[in-house]
C-alpha cells in the first residue's frame, strides 16, 4: 500500500459506467478456504458493514480474524495513525473519484508495505478502477454487492490461484445411533469410486467403534489415530502411508476401534487431516459418528455437504430438525443437508411416512432405503459393499443415485408433501 500515488485530475471526459472490474459472478461452492489473515473493514453504511460482517461468518472465512467499524477512510486514517495495519483493509467510500484517491493517498503514509487494500465504492467509472490497481490497491468493486462478492474478493487475493482445487468432503451422520449413516457412508463412497474415474478418500472419525475397517474387510496397522495425534507430520507423503486400499479408485482412512484410550479431542482436531486429504483426493467420505461436541459441530461447519441419515419414528425426526435448526445458524450461506431416510417398513413397527417425515423440516429426502436385514447383513457379515454383494438389487441403484446426486451428476425431483402439522408440536410437548 505505501507504493499508492495518483494522478488526481479527472479526464475532461469521465467514462461511462460500462465494464468495470471483471465479472463478479462468484459461486460461493468454487471458493477455496482463506488462510489466517487478519481483516479490518471501516464501512460508511449499515449495510455493507452488516454484509462484511455475515461473510466474516462465512466457514470459508472461518480462519480469519475479521473487526468491522463504521466511519469510512476517515475512521481508517484515525485507526491506522497509532496501529498498526493487518493483512487486509476494506475500506467503502461514497466519495467521488478525486476526493476517494486523495483519501487514498493519505492513508498510504500509515499502511504497512504489505496490506493489501480493497475499496468498495459507489462510482462505476473505469478511469478510477485503472488508477486504483495501478497505484497499489487490490480490488476495487462497486456497491451493492453480495456476500460471494466479499468472500471472493478476499480469496482472489489470498488463496493461490494456482493450487489444484480442493476436492470436495461429504459428511454423513445419523440422526441416532444405529440408523444406518455409517454403513451408508461406506457404500455411497464405494458407489462413487466404481461409478466415476476420480480417487474417493472413505475416512471413519468415529475412532472407538468405527466400522469401516470391518465393511471393507481391511485390517490396517495405521490409520486416523496416527493422523490426528501427530498432526506435525501430517502431509501427503505421511497420509498416503496411512490409506489402506479397498478398491481401485478407493482409499480408507480407518479408525483403531478400540478402547485402550479416551479420544477427547480439540474443536479444530481433524482439519489439517480433511484439508490434506482434500488436496490428494476430489472425493472425500467423513463417516461422522453419533455425537454432538465441538469436533463434531465444527467437522459438520466445514463440510461441503452434510448428509443426515434418519430412521422414519418420531425421536428421529426430533433429532433431524434440530440438526437442521442448527447447522442452518453454523451454516447460513450453504444449502440445507441432505436426507436420507432409511430402514422403511420395519415388519409390525408404527412408522411416520417418508411424506409425513419430510413435510415439518421442509427437506424432501434424496432417497428412502427399504428394511432390507438379509442384504445389508449378508454384505456386513463377508465384508462386501452391497453392490458387490448384488449389482442389481434395488438398494444398490439407490446407493448409486445418492452417489450421483451428491456430485452433481443427476437431481432429485420435489415430492408433494401433505400436511402435518402436529408432529413437531407433539415432540415439544413430549419434550
Known amino acids: 500500500m505505501s507504493n499508492l500515488a495518483y494522478d488526481t485530475e479527472l479526464p475532461e471526459h469521465e467514462m461511462p459506467a460500462q465494464e468495470m472490474a471483471p465479472a463478479r459472478d462468484v459461486e460461493l461452492n468454487d471458493i477455496r478456504p482463506i488462510p489466517r489473515i487478519s481483516i479490518q473493514a471501516f464501512c460508511e453504511t449499515e449495510a455493507v458493514a452488516k454484509l462484511i460482517e455475515r461473510a466474516g461468518g462465512d466457514r470459508r472465512m472461518a480462519k480469519t480474524h475479521l473487526k468491522v467499524q463504521l466511519g469510512g477512510i476517515e475512521a481508517a486514517l484515525d485507526y491506522y495513525g497509532q496501529a498498526p495495519t493487518p493483512n487486509l483493509i476494506v475500506l467503502e467510500s461514497r466519495a467521488e473519484p478525486k476526493r476517494l484517491l486523495d483519501a487514498l493517498d493519505r492513508l498510504a503514509n500509515v499502511c504497512d508495505p504489505s496490506t493489501k487494500v480493497v475499496v468498495i465504492g459507489h462510482y462505476n467509472d473505469v478511469w478510477l478502477y485503472r488508477e486504483l490497481v495501478k497505484s497499489g490497491v487490490s480490488e476495487y468493486v462497486v456497491a451493492p454487492v453480495s456476500l460471494a462478492d466479499v468472500v471472493g474478493t478476499v480469496a482472489q487475493i489470498f488463496v493461490d490461484p494456482g493450487a489444484e482445487p480442493l476436492g470436495r468432503s461429504f459428511a454423513f451422520i445419523g440422526a441416532k445411533g444405529g440408523v444406518g449413516s455409517s454403513t451408508l457412508a461406506h457404500n455411497v463412497a464405494w458407489a462413487m469410486s466404481c461409478a466415476f474415474e476420480s480417487e474417493v478418500v472413505m475416512a471413519d ?40 486400499q479397498c478398491a481401485e479408485r478407493l482409499s480408507l482412512l480407518a479408525a483403531p476401534s478400540t478402547l485402550e484410550r479416551t479420544y477427547d479431542f480439540d474443536a479444530d482436531a481433524f482439519g489439517q487431516i480433511i484439508e490434506t486429504v482434500q488436496r490428494t483426493a476430489p472425493l472425500l467420505v467423513l463417516d461422522i459418528p453419533h455425537l454432538w461436541n465441538g469436533w463434531t459441530r465444527s467437522t459438520l461447519t466445514q463440510a461441503d455437504e452434510i448428509i443426515i441419515t434418519a430412521t422414519p419414528e418420531l425421536a428421529n425426526l426430533r433429532n433431524t430438525k434440530n440438526l437442521l435448526d ?65 449389482a442389481q438389487h434395488a438398494i444398490t441403484r439407490t446407493v448409486s443415485d445418492i452417489a450421483h446426486i451428491l456430485t452433481g451428476r443427476s437431481e432429485i425431483k420435489p415430492k408433494a408433501k401433505p400436511g402435518l402439522a402436529g408432529l413437531l408440536g407433539k415432540l415439544q410437548r413430549k419434550g
Not at 475412532?207 to 475397517?213: H, I, K, M, Q, V
Not at 489415530?225 to 498432526?231: I, L
Not at 432405503?369 to 453392490?387: D, V, Y
Open 205 to 244: 472419525l468415529d475412532l472407538p467403534f468405527g466400522t469401516a475397517n470391518i465393511n471393507f474387510d481391511q485390517d490396517p496397522a495405521q490409520g486416523i489415530a496416527e493422523a490426528v495425534y501427530s498432526p506435525e507430520r501430517l502431509d501427503e507423503v505421511y497420509l498416503d502411508r496411512l490409506l489402506a
Open 326 to 390: 442448527t447447522l442452518a445458524k453454523l451454516r447460513p450461506n450453504d444449502a440445507a443437508p441432505r436426507l436420507v431416510i432409511n430402514q422403511a417398513g420395519v415388519p409390525k413397527r408404527p412408522e411416520i411416512s417418508p411424506e409425513e417425515f419430510a413435510e415439518p423440516l421442509g427437506l424432501d429426502p434424496i432417497a428412502v432405503i427399504p428394511f432390507e436385514p438379509q442384504l445389508f447383513g449378508n454384505a456386513s457379515n463377508n465384508g462386501r459393499m452391497l453392490g458387490e454383494m448384488d
